[in-house]
């Protein structure tokens, strides 16, 4: 992402390959406050994004008396601006009675302080994303903090390297409302919106309990990030949890989208309404497939090997330091699970940067000194 995304958290990155299989029947909207309808009560709209992903979608669904509001779009007065004229226009003379959010990233949830205050309407959310926006949402220290720079120094990430990396995090200019209290969604609960029954379906590894909602008497998803039609949606370890294991928990998620009806509609927050859920579950764990591959080659080339040194064999063309912060998070998500799942060991050097061997070279590594690290169920694996 450019710099002006700043500590956006969306962190799309990369462009996973569009599945040949998926269907559009839809035109989308202009990013104006024009809605298309994609069934009685369903509605899509799109908020303009000063980014290179320059639009995200957001859904309106319509219950007996108003309207539920699924994501907000940023934190931007443009996008005050079309909600204004979405409530004014777009509504059927019905007003907004609720603000739901499928996970904190900014552009989901950026104008959920906004919207709830404006319109004097609850915010429903999981509680993971609720709390994952209170503490994301707050101010960021000067300096990178003690777990942040350890985080980059056991990457091997050269210190002037991550203060270009937290300055990045610190030029954020969309910095959101803090919104005060929430109702709690959580998986498998019911919504009943209008005449239908829309199942909350929680997904993780992109954020950390993010909603989708499954309608399944017609076959519709509202996806969020979780299934993206041409974005493999960013996979990321953060300092706030060096242990983690969030592309497990991103499989286990795609395994359950993988069960839902073949012919469903999805309504992604980016690009179009797709059909063809199963051949883009296939895709995306191709894609990762394809990730870890990569990594294990290139370890096996470069044994003793550094994060950074991963990321840079992995990722080219890293334009910014906001760029290199969240490939560098993807990178260790993927060596992470490398590491759960017995195929590559990791040690601690004397300079305190981690080494990554591949699991068959284990004795050399400890000859070499440094401690391996077990390599099964250390961390905070989950699932
Ligand atoms: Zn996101």
Redesign the pocket.
Known sequence: MEEAAARS????THNGRAAAQLEYPFEPPASDGSRVEIAPGIAWIRMPMPIPLDHINVYLLRDDDGWIVVDTGLHTDAAKAIWERVAAEQLEGLPIKAVLCT?F?Y??AGLAGWLVERFDVPLYMTFGEYYMMRMTYQPLPQQPGPAQARFLQRAGVPVETGHAMHEALLRDPFMPKEVPAFTRLHDGQVLHIGARRWRVVVGSG??PEHACLYCEDEAILIS??QLLPGIS?NVQVTPAEPEADPLQNWFDSLDRLATLAPHTLVLP?HQRVFRGVHARVQSLRDHHDGQLEQLTAFIARQPGCTTLEAMEALFRNLRSAMDRFLALGETIAHLSWLRFNGRVTRRLDAEGVYRFDLADAADVARSGGGAVEQTKNMGTRCG
């Open positions: 958290t969306s962190g799309l996970h990233h552009d989901h992109h954020s969020g990030d949606s927050s």
